[in-house]
């Protein structure tokens, strides 16, 4: 008989085969409640339980004087549950007629095995609507957060715009994200067995809303600026442009604008063709070469060094001069001109014998206090800092055609605040678009406020070329007379210069018109920059970017409530202008004894000094050039010498 045959044995086999399963099953309890408990217990309150992100409307922006420019909406988003929606495949095309999408991306969708799809994030109100009125059952709806922007374009590169997500992609919507998308709330939710959310613990309140962001920027200046730029754009026929206005006494910018351009609420896939060109901000990323316009920095780095005055003369070689083997060529040919007047009519020899005389490291620390080579540090992303090369790389040539600004390259925010600079008495400003951000509780969580970067140049050189740039805009010949307001002075200069051929690395055929000034000149208000990208009708900056300037100064004025100054020319329209006390160096010549001489053609200034020094009392109505004269020309003199001379406003020479 064997032991297992015995019952006794038996018994204790089966006793210990019980036994170690009763410790197996013991010791997978231990595993699973103890060890493992925590674990498991928390991927069941995921299966049953979920933790919700309440995510905060995006704070609103407006502009400096309380303009809405972006604002968070509650619109709907559509998704369904293709469970629920099966067996409604015939009616799948007035689903998709109502969401706008084609028939076979919406069959794609619902056949992917997904339990959760999207139909349509961030849908108008009228697109849901249609949508409820089929009475699809697996269709249903959330509110989400859509950003908005009333004014469509209006600083649309300033501003930016933002994903599907509420995720800020570009502009202020990128580089303030942290500040508008504000603080998300969180809440636990159980789910039934179909997915549903149920609140566990009451309605949570809404979260408040990020951050509210005021702009320096002038809706209306910005409005003016953009509506003024395409206008120009499209009258040269340019590829684009771009247009900065700032106050020069802060900094702040009060418009900027670029074309191409683009519609924040709707900007287009990545994918889209040349959609990089119409979101850039070319205005602080596009370095350029500024043409003449960088002869008013030359003017003020040799005036502030008494490396020049403004009647010295220079001798402008007829508009041809060989340095090397490079000649240097003006558009119009000079003989004797003084330093006011190779500003006046941009003569490249003549400024290139005045940086001769400064010299390049002076001229080259000038640069650099003028804040070209780096960044201004605006608070926009993406800008780029210029391209200024080392001084110890620059060979004569160099210095020469850094003089007339070519060779360099600059960004057209740099330029305008160099400008500022000038217009505010030599002090560079570092510009900015931020006013100030206030949280939901009205704590100013930012108010950065104006930032001087340095002085520049005295009080005294600043006044001094700013003379100088008058002469551009309102002594006839000067290349800026398209840019002349009426009612105020402007100080200006204009720019034309060629576009670098980025395959072959030297220039080519393309041309950047430009031209940068400040008003009134005598007590400036704003300084703006107008830049038109290959323009085809003509290239000169005094053609197609001054009447541009004109445009957009007379707008920004008005808009800043601007009265025109009490003028010499507003007081003789109405008044005999009284001769002159003569002086034994200025005795007045007396009138020819046979007929009146021509007053036609001259400026204001030209005709009263001819006309003081004759001997005549003069009566002047009207702004401008002389258009016509009382005697007229070649008439018998009367006894009393009165002229009376009518100014009008006409075209006048414009060059480069």
């Known amino acids: 008989m064997t032991l297992l045959a015995h019952p006794r044995a038996r018994t204790f086999v089966v006793a210990g085969i019980l036994a170690s399963l009763f410790l197996v099953v013991l ?58 929606f099966a067996g409604q495949e015939a009616r799948l095309p007035l689903l998709a007629a109502a969401l706008r999408v084609p028939v076979r991306e919406l069959r794609a969708r619902l056949a992917g095995g997904q339990p959760f799809v999207w139909l349509h994030r961030q ?63 969180y809440i636990d939710v159980d789910r039934d067995a179909r997915g549903r959310e149920i609140l566990r613990g009451g309605v949570a309140p809404a979260p408040a809303e990020g951050s509210r962001v005021v702009l320096t920027i002038d809706a209306g200046i910005q409005d003016a600026a ?29 418009a900027l604008a670029n074309l191409p351009t683009y519609n924040p609420n709707q900007p287009g896939a990545v994918r889209e063709s040349r959609w990089r060109d119409r979101v850039r901000n070319r205005a602080i990323t596009d370095p350029y070469e500024p043409g003449s316009t960088f002869k008013a920095i030359l003017a003020a780095a040799a005036v502030e060094e008494k490396a020049v005055r403004p009647s010295e003369m220079f ?43 400064l010299g390049r490291e002076r001229y080259y620390q000038y640069l650099l206090a003028f804040g070209f080579g780096v960044r201004t540090g605006i608070d926009l992303p993406g800008e780029t800092p210029g391209i ?27 330029m305008a605040t160099a400008f500022a600079a000038i217009a505010n008495g030599g002090v560079l400003m570092r510009p900015f678009v931020v006013r100030r951000i206030v949280m939901p509780g009205g704590e100013v969580a930012l108010e950065p406020g104006p930032v001087v970067v340095r002085r520049v140049v005295s009080t005294r050189t600043a006044e001094t070329v700013t003379e100088l740039l008058r002469r551009v805009v309102e002594e006839r010949g000067g290349t800026g007379t398209k840019a002349r307001l009426d009612d105020f002075p402007v100080a200006g200069k204009t720019g034309t210069a060629q576009k670098v051929n980025l395959q072959t690395g030297g220039y080519s055929s393309k041309r950047i018109g430009s031209f940068v000034g400040f008003v009134p000149a005598n007590a400036p208000r704003a300084v703006i920059l107008v830049l038109i990208d290959e323009p085809k009708t003509a290239s000169y900056g005094g053609v197609v970017a001054a009447p541009v300037f004109r445009a957009i100064a007379s ?39 046979s007929a009146t001489p021509s007053f036609l053609g001259l400026s204001l200034r030209e005709a009263l000094t001819r006309a003081h020094a004759a001997g005549w009392e003069v009566v002047v109505s009207g702004t401008g050039y002389v258009a016509a004269q009382q005697p007229l020309p070649g008439a018998p003199l009367g006894a009393d010498h009165r002229l009376a001379l009518r100014l009008a406003v006409g075209d006048t020479l414009a060059t480069p």
Request: glycine share 8%; with cysteine; hydrophobic share 45%.
């Open 388 to 414: 200024m090369r080392p001084l110890e790389t620059w060979s004569r040539i160099d210095l020469t055609t850094h003089s007339f600004g070519q060779g360099i390259s600059v960004t057209a925010l740099q």
């Open 226 to 254: 953009e509506r003024e730029l395409a206008a120009g754009v499209a009258a040269a026929q340019a590829v684009g442009g771009a247009a900065v206005v700032l106050d020069p006494t802060t900094g702040e910018v009060l």
């Open 123 to 185: 849908a108008l109100p009228r697109q849901a609507a249609a949508v409820g009125r089929l009475g699809l059952r697996g269709i249903y709806m959330v509110a989400e957060g859509r950003r908005f922007y009333p004014h469509n374009t209006l600083a649309a590169h300033i501003l930016g715009f933002v994903g599907v997500d509420s995720q800020g992609l570009e502009g202020l919507e990128r580089h303030l994200d942290d500040f508008i998308k504000g603080e998300p709330q």
């Open 555 to 593: 707008a920004v004025l008005k808009r800043l409530a601007v009265e025109p100054p009490a003028t010499a020319l507003q007081a003789s329209a109405a008044t005999p202008v009284p001769r002159p006390t003569p002086t034994e160096a200025d005795a007045p010549v007396a009138p020819s004894p």
């Open 27 to 84: 010791a997978r309890a231990i595993d699973l409640a103890v060890l493992r408990g925590p674990a498991l217990a928390h991927l069941a309150d995921l299966q049953h339980r979920q933790r919700i992100a309440l995510i905060p409307p995006r704070g609103t922006m407006v502009d400096r004087n309380g303009e809405v420019l972006a604002l968070s909406l509650e619109v709907p988003s559509i998704y369904v549950r293709p469970r629920e």
């Open 315 to 357: 001798f402008c070689e007829h508009g041809r001069s060989q340095i090397g083997k490079w000649a240097i060529h003006d558009t119009h040919p000079h003989g004797w001109l003084s330093f006011a007047e190779v500003i006046q009519y941009s003569s490249n020899i003549g400024a290139s014998k005045v940086a001769e005389r």
